[in-house]
């Protein structure tokens, strides 16, 4: 079954920094793009960030650009998002997905989300 | 960038109802539009990809139709399992966005 799993999430200050981390299984990580996308408590779903096949390309909303950087490590099937100066506005759920950007760019499947929660 | 508006954003329906919810572009996407499921504490879940094709595995009882700026996503028949809030998405330029969401509950 093709699975994706997060972790790395919790409760860090205002300013502080996490290292969110996607396990990958199933299938091949180096075909695909990958994204993380973020959901704060009660609201919609906002795209964060996707990276290319071979971490050649790597995309961010401009609310992260400067203080969010999407990584890979295919020889380990893993995805990574190093979050820096975090804001209360950064609280959310952080779901990693595949990416079809090759395609026609959906998202499939979705991990479980890891809480992210920045409050003092 | 592209700002996706749903409508509703939320409805009652009843089991067996034909639900529609729509999804606009603020400028014309071809047909770079998916739909997604998600219920309570759960990650979301794709339903429908480019508009229209029924992604491997959901029930043919969901469909999506349009392209341009004008979309929907149709349930023919509301089941019991199917009360959850309805996402779009837009492929077509980054940043891809999504829809405020539309949430089906029960009458």
């Known amino acids: 079954d093709v699975q994706l799993v997060e972790s790395g999430g919790g409760l860090v200050q205002p300013g502080g920094s996490l290292r969110l981390s996607c396990a990958a299984s199933?299938?091949?990580?180096?075909?695909?793009?990958m994204s993380w996308v973020r959901q704060a408590p009660g609201k919609g779903l906002e795209w964060v960030a996707n990276i290319k096949e071979d971490g050649t390309e790597k995309y961010y909303v401009d609310s992260v650009k400067g203080r969010f950087t999407i990584s890979r490590d295919n020889a380990k099937n893993s995805l990574f998002l190093q979050m820096n100066s975090l804001r209360a506005e950064d609280t959310a759920v952080y779901y990693c997905?595949?990416?079809?950007?090759?395609?026609?760019?959906?998202?499939?499947?979705w991990g479980q989300g890891t809480l992210v929660t920045v409050s003092s | 960038d592209i700002q996706m508006t749903q409508s509703p954003s939320s409805l009652s329906a009843s089991v067996g109802d034909r639900v529609t919810i729509t999804c606009r572009a603020s400028q014309s996407i071809n047909t770079y539009l998916n739909w997604y499921q998600q219920k309570p504490g759960k990650a979301p879940n794709l339903l429908i990809y480019a508009a229209s094709s029924l992604q491997s595995g959901v029930p043919s009882r969901f469909s999506g139709s349009g392209s341009g700026a004008d979309f929907t996503l149709t349930i023919s028949s509301l089941q019991p399992e199917d009360f959850a809030t309805y996402f779009c998405q837009q492929s077509y330029s980054t940043p891809v966005t999504f829809g405020q969401g539309t949430k089906v509950e029960i009458k």
């Open positions: 997905a595949r990416d079809f950007s090759d395609f026609w760019g959906w998202f499939d499947p």
């Open positions: 199933g299938f091949t990580l180096s075909n695909y793009w």
